[in-house]
């Protein structure tokens, strides 16, 4: 069972920028991988995926053209480029892998079996 671990997270201020990277124990080459984020006292929510190659790669609305999700196959890591960051992006952020490989960038959530345990970001002035 591939284990995955997110990492850098922290405390901002509205308008930075800040990386987060998902680190995978096992190969995840072939596995379309997304994050999600979870505001305090809300559900989790989708923010973005990206397919196995890197070739295609899909954002809620909320995040669109200031989230951008990469992944570097050869070291089994998957980042989260967050620019120009709000109040309101201050969740909990979770990476996650698919169930099955060469999925769809477009699929639910119940489509993803591994979970990382999470890196808080809190924007705040």
């Known amino acids: 069972q591939v284990q995955l671990v997110e990492s850098g997270g922290g405390l901002v201020q509205p308008g930075d920028s800040l990386r987060l990277s998902c680190a995978a124990s096992?190969?995840?080459?072939?596995?379309?991988m997304a994050w999600f984020r979870q505001a305090p006292g809300k559900e989790r929510t989708f923010v973005g995926a990206i397919n196995w190659s890197g070739t295609d790669a899909y954002y809620s609305d909320t995040v669109l053209g200031r989230f951008t999700i990469s992944r570097q196959n050869a070291n089994n890591t998957i980042f989260l480029r967050m620019n120009n960051l709000k109040p309101e992006d201050t969740a909990d952020y979770y990476c996650?892998?698919?169930?099955?490989?060469?999925?769809?960038?477009?699929?639910?959530?119940?489509?993803?079996?591994?979970w990382g345990q999470g890196t808080r970001v809190t924007v705040s002035s």
């Open positions: 096992g190969r995840i080459s072939t596995f379309t």
């Open positions: 996650a892998k698919q169930t099955r490989p060469f999925g769809s960038t477009r699929l639910r959530p119940h489509d993803y079996s591994t």
